[in-house]
């Protein structure tokens, strides 16, 4: 009996939905917001008023869209934003510290404290 894993050459995102990140790179660099989601398979993370697009939407009734032109945050990509730490305030690469119980948590490079709460 064959098992065969199909593994996709992707990264572990360490970045999460409701993190404080601050842009790196592309036209927001420097800005800084909440991520509000994370995509895992396009390794996109939208941010709070980062990369806004406008989209030109058509009226929908049945869907009770309005037409006109909205104003949407778009993903950008994961390696352009760090995690600010909450404890240092700083922009930190992610590192994990193992819990006496076993469990992994994300914490700060900085000051080894807990990003997860
Ligand atoms: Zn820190």
């Known amino acids: 009996m064959a098992l065969t ?3 996709a050459e992707r990264h572990r995102i360490q970045v999460r ?3 404080q990140v601050k842009v790196m790179a592309g036209k927001d660099a420097g800005k800084s917001g909440r991520v509000l989601s ?3 398979t396009k390794n996109t993370v ?3 008023h980062v990369s806004i697009i406008k989209r030109h939407t058509r009226p929908n009734p ?3 869209v309005k037409g006109g032109i909205v104003e949407k945050e778009a993903g950008i990509n994961v390696s352009n ?3 600010i730490c909450p404890s240092c305030g700083k922009h930190t690469r992610v590192g994990h510290t193992i819990l006496p119980d076993g ?3 994300r ?3 900085h000051c080894k404290s807990t990003l997860d709460k």
């Open 38 to 40: 994370v995509n895992a």
């Open 17 to 19: 939905k409701g993190d």
């Open 103 to 105: 469990s992994k948590m």
């Open 107 to 109: 914490s700060c490079r």
């Open 81 to 83: 934003v760090m995690v």
């Open 5 to 7: 894993h199909a593994r």
């Open 62 to 64: 049945s869907k009770n």
């Open 46 to 48: 939208v941010v709070e």
